[in-house]
Structure formats: C-alpha cells, structure tokens
C-alpha cells in the first residue's frame, strides 16, 4: 500500500507530459550509461511516460527493467512507448519509493531521474533504492535544481514564476532546489561511495525556446501545478496569465537561452 507523503506539484497534464516525452537516456542519464551491462536487473523509479525507460532496456541486451510510477495511469503511456519500440524486457508496477515491494538485493541498477525532489522524504527514498541494490550495484538519481536556473534575457515575470514555483513545490512538501542537496541526502541514507556530477539542460535554437516557453506557459495556466497554486492561496489567475504571457515573451526573444541544471550521483553499494 503507498503513502502519500508528498502532492506531486506538476501532475500528468499533456504541458507536463510534453517535457516528459523528450526525456532519453543520453540527455537526462548519461552519467549511469556506461555502468550499464547486458543482464542486468533494473529498477527505474519514477518512470512517467517511459521514453528513459525504454532506451535503458534497449541497452541492457539479455537484462530486465522493471519500472515502477506512484501514478498508475501513466504506466499505461509508459507501456505503450515501449511496446513501439517492440521491447520485450520491461515490467511494470505501481510503488511508493518511501516502502518499494521488493526483496532486499533485487537489483543490479536502481535509477531515478526527477522523481527525489517530488519526496516527502528523500532520505527514505534513498535508503529504500539502496536496500533494494544488490552488493557491487549502483543507484543513480539526477535532479534539477530551481534555484540555479538561469536565463536571458530577464524578461519581466520569469522571476515571479520562479518564486511563485518554488513556494508552491515545498508546500507540497518536495524540495525544488533537490540538485544540490542530493550529495547531502545520499550520505545521510548511509552511502558512502559517491561520485557527484552535474550537467545541464540548455534551450536556445528557436524550436527549443518555442517548445519549452510553450509548455511552461501552458503548465502555468493548466496543469495541477496551476491548479494547486490557486487552492494554496500562492496566486491569483491574473498573476497566472501574466507568467504565462511572460514565458510567450521569453519565447520570442532571439536571444533566449535558458539553463536547466542538475545535480547527479552515482552511489555504489558495497
């Protein structure tokens, strides 16, 4: 049975499910690639729509993935996104990261891309993944982190959605600012080999400024994050309408650049 220690700020909106899609293992795990093996067991934490998912079992020939979400609607996309690239070794299954449904040592690799910085609890959540990896495996986790997102130019309203965003994540109980507070968090779970990274996200050509200025504008006005910031007392609809609108603006500066870094580890288990 899950618990729910944390609201998921941004819920399975197509806004949020577009960001999701573009996800793949060379752009959002490519510091756990080259610990891949053929054979391998897997677990992928968090798998939303899957598209990580899938390129992890592309690259584990003769191994199993096994993904799990707290949303058991979005296992389905999930499943379907696998099930186009005619992959044969991925299972599926609803979990709660805090009380995974797993023996002790079930895995050689536990993954999980996003999904500490949604937690009530972070440091459970790497105590689990930990248990769950056999002796001589790796767990990997990246998140981003808000609070270092930088961008040009400073068009009016960006820094009010930043603020507004980051209030509305830790009322809900997650911590926005997750990237640099995973070093921390893992040694506090109990591991002590650690290889700290981070790498970053960047939007700039035209296509990638009108994609991800589109989809934080609609996410600002139509997702479960909107909705949640109206509940909570944080905004007002106009307020919304004037991020959005100021995130369209960003979207057509010709020279927009937009940075979205992350904080990543590799934690072996002895």
């Given at each position: 049975m899950t618990r729910k220690t944390a609201v998921y700020t941004h819920g399975h909106h197509e806004s949020v499910l577009?960001?999701?899609?573009?996800?793949?293992?060379?752009?959002?795990?490519a510091h756990l690639v080259p610990e891949l093996r053929p054979g391998a067991d897997v677990l992928d934490v968090g798998c939303g729509p899957g598209t990580i998912t899938a390129d992890l079992a592309s690259l584990i020939p003769g191994g199993t993935v096994t993904a799990v979400d707290a949303a058991a609607d979005v296992l389905e996309e999930a499943r379907q996104a696998v099930a186009a690239r005619g992959l044969g070794n991925v299972r599926f299954a609803v979990a709660d990261v805090h009380a995974l449904d797993?023996?002790?040592?079930?895995?050689d690799v536990v993954h999980a891309h996003q999904v500490l910085q949604h937690v009530g609890d972070p440091v459970t959540a790497l105590r689990e993944m930990r248990r769950v990896c056999r002796p001589g495996g790796v767990v990997a986790v990246r998140d981003s982190d808000y609070g270092a997102f930088a961008w040009f130019p400073e068009v009016p309203g960006l820094d009010a959605w930043l603020d507004l965003y980051r209030r509305?994540?830790?009322?809900?109980?997650?911590e926005p600012d997750a990237g640099r507070r995973l070093y921390a968090w893992a040694r506090a779970a109990g591991f002590s080999d650690i290889t700290a990274t981070a790498s970053a996200w960047c939007f700039t050509t035209p296509d990638e400024r009108a994609w991800w200025s589109g989809l934080w504008a609609d996410r600002t006005t139509a997702s479960a994050y909107a909705a949640l910031a109206l509940e909570g007392g944080h905004t007002r609809p106009d307020e919304l309408d004037g991020i959005a609108a100021a995130w369209r603006?960003?979207?057509?500066e010709e020279d927009g650049w937009f940075m979205v870094p992350h904080g990543e580890l590799l934690c072996r288990v002895p």
């Amino acid at each position: 049975m899950t618990r729910k220690t944390a609201v998921y700020t941004h819920g399975h909106h197509e806004s949020v499910l577009r960001s999701h899609r573009w996800r793949t293992a060379a752009n959002s795990a490519a510091h756990l690639v080259p610990e891949l093996r053929p054979g391998a067991d897997v677990l992928d934490v968090g798998c939303g729509p899957g598209t990580i998912t899938a390129d992890l079992a592309s690259l584990i020939p003769g191994g199993t993935v096994t993904a799990v979400d707290a949303a058991a609607d979005v296992l389905e996309e999930a499943r379907q996104a696998v099930a186009a690239r005619g992959l044969g070794n991925v299972r599926f299954a609803v979990a709660d990261v805090h009380a995974l449904d797993f023996p002790d040592d079930s895995f050689d690799v536990v993954h999980a891309h996003q999904v500490l910085q949604h937690v009530g609890d972070p440091v459970t959540a790497l105590r689990e993944m930990r248990r769950v990896c056999r002796p001589g495996g790796v767990v990997a986790v990246r998140d981003s982190d808000y609070g270092a997102f930088a961008w040009f130019p400073e068009v009016p309203g960006l820094d009010a959605w930043l603020d507004l965003y980051r209030r509305v994540a830790r009322a809900n109980g997650g911590e926005p600012d997750a990237g640099r507070r995973l070093y921390a968090w893992a040694r506090a779970a109990g591991f002590s080999d650690i290889t700290a990274t981070a790498s970053a996200w960047c939007f700039t050509t035209p296509d990638e400024r009108a994609w991800w200025s589109g989809l934080w504008a609609d996410r600002t006005t139509a997702s479960a994050y909107a909705a949640l910031a109206l509940e909570g007392g944080h905004t007002r609809p106009d307020e919304l309408d004037g991020i959005a609108a100021a995130w369209r603006a960003w979207g057509h500066e010709e020279d927009g650049w937009f940075m979205v870094p992350h904080g990543e580890l590799l934690c072996r288990v002895p």
